[in-house]
């Protein structure tokens, strides 16, 4: 006579070290999927973050600096149509319009914030 099978439903005895390394893989899974996913997303954002940083400063230098040249090449041109050009004048001139622009815009961007702020 031949033993009967067991029911699909119970597992046999003999697979308790399969189970037990099923259940640590799955606990394992489960707590590196809370721990490290949060950690690699919040470095993510630190990185790109601070390399936008960079790269927006990099830019920002750059414009003030075209925009500097541009009014140098600007004033000296409307100096020399005058006939008012020294040596050296359109680069204080340049200097004063682009330090009341810069000023004017961050007066703006004050009165902006402060009114945000109310």
Same mark, same amino acid.
């Given at each position: 006579?031949?033993?009967?099978?067991?029911?699909?439903?119970?597992?046999?005895?003999?697979? *308790?070290?399969?189970?037990?390394?099923?259940?640590?893989?799955?606990?394992?899974?489960?707590?590196?999927?809370?721990? =490290?996913?949060?950690?690699?997303?919040?470095?993510?954002? &630190?990185?790109?973050?601070?390399?936008?940083? &960079?790269?927006?400063?990099?830019?920002?230098?750059?414009?003030?600096?075209?925009?500097? !040249?541009?009014?140098?090449?600007?004033?000296?041109?409307?100096?020399?149509? =005058?006939?008012?050009?020294?040596?050296?004048?359109?680069?204080? &001139?340049?200097?004063?319009?682009?330090?009341?622009?810069?000023?004017? &815009?961050?007066?703006?961007? *004050? !009165?902006?914030?402060?009114?945000?702020?109310?």
């Amino acid at each position: 006579m031949s033993d009967p099978a067991p029911p699909a439903s119970v597992a046999p005895r003999d697979d *308790w070290p399969a189970q037990a390394a099923d259940t640590i893989v799955r606990v394992v899974g489960q707590v590196r999927d809370k721990t =490290t996913g949060p950690a690699i997303t919040a470095s993510r954002a &630190i990185v790109f973050g601070l390399l936008a940083a &960079i790269l927006g400063t990099v830019l920002l230098v750059a414009v003030s600096m075209v925009l500097l !040249r541009v009014t140098v090449i600007g004033v000296h041109e409307l100096l020399d149509v =005058t006939n008012l050009e020294r040596p050296g004048r359109e680069v204080w &001139i340049a200097y004063f319009v682009d330090a009341a622009l810069f000023a004017l &815009i961050g007066a703006v961007l *004050w !009165r902006r914030a402060s009114r945000n702020v109310s």
